[in-house]
C-alpha cells in the first residue's frame, strides 16, 4: 500500500465524507469538522485549530478561526487577548514552509508579561502542552494554518507526513466548494493583461506603449477596457484584482 493510500484509508472514510457530493456552507463546515475530528484522533492529538493565516489587514484570532474543538472559554480568552497574529507559532511559520512542533507556549507571544503567562498556564490546564503546526495554500494562493495539540511526543516522520497530507485534502475539499471569486465576469485580452503586467512593474503608459510598440493611446485604451472588467477604478486596484484571480 502506498503513502497515499494509507493516509486516504487512515483519515478519509468515502460513506462519511462523499467527495463528489455538493453540501451548502453549514455542512462542508461539519464535514470539515469530522475530518478533523478524525486526523486528531488518528494522530494521538487532542485538539485541533484550522484558521486563515493572519494578515495585515485581518489579524484577529476569532476572525480567522474557521474550525476549532478548543473549550470555550480558552477560545474566549485569547480572542479577547489579541495575541494570535503575533504568537509564537504564526512567527515561525512566517519564516518556513515546513511544519514545526512547538512545545514552549506556541499560542502566546514572546513577552514575558503576565498575560502571556495566564495564557500558557491555561493552554497547560486544558491539555495543550504541545503542538504540531504548518500552513497551507489553496488553488487560490489563500494561506492557511492547521495546529494539532495535545500532550503527545513528536511525531514520525512518517506520522508527519500522514497528517500533512490528510489536511492537503481536507483543506483542498473546502476550499473547493467554498470558492467564490474563480475568475473576473469578462476574460481579458492578450493585450489587457500584458498593459497591466508591466504597469504592475511601475511603467507609465508612454513607457508601456515603447516596450510593446504601440501609441499611448491604445495603451491607456487596453487599460480602461481592464478596469471595466476587473470592475476597478483605478490601474492600482485592477493590477490588485488581477494578481487575485491569478491573471498576472
Known sequence: MTR???????????????LST?????ELKEELKRRLE????????DYYLFAA???GDSTAFLENRIASNWPQNLTNLYGEADLFYCSRLVGV???TIMPVFCDAGPFAGDAANQENRRLNALFRMHGLQ?????SLHDADLKQYMFAFSGSRAALSREEEMDLFYAAMEALDRFSSENRTDEGPPENLTRREIE????SAAGK?????AIILDLSSHTVVGYLKGAMRKLDSVNRMQAVARAFRYRLL
Do not use: Q
Not at 497515499?4 to 472514510?13: G, Q, S, T, V
Not at 455538493?22 to 453549514?26: E, I, K, L, P
Not at 507609465?204 to 508601456?208: G, H, L, Q, R
Open 4 to 18: 497515499r493510500e494509507r493516509a486516504a484509508h487512515k483519515y478519509a472514510d468515502d460513506n462519511a465524507f462523499p
Open 53 to 55: 493565516f493572519p494578515r
Open 130 to 134: 504541545n503542538t504540531f503546526g504548518f
Open 93 to 95: 511559520l512566517k519564516r
Open 22 to 26: 455538493a453540501v451548502r456552507t453549514g
Open 195 to 198: 498593459c497591466l503586467r508591466w
Open 38 to 45: 478524525s486526523m486528531v484522533k488518528a494522530a494521538g492529538f
Open 204 to 208: 507609465s503608459s508612454d513607457e508601456i
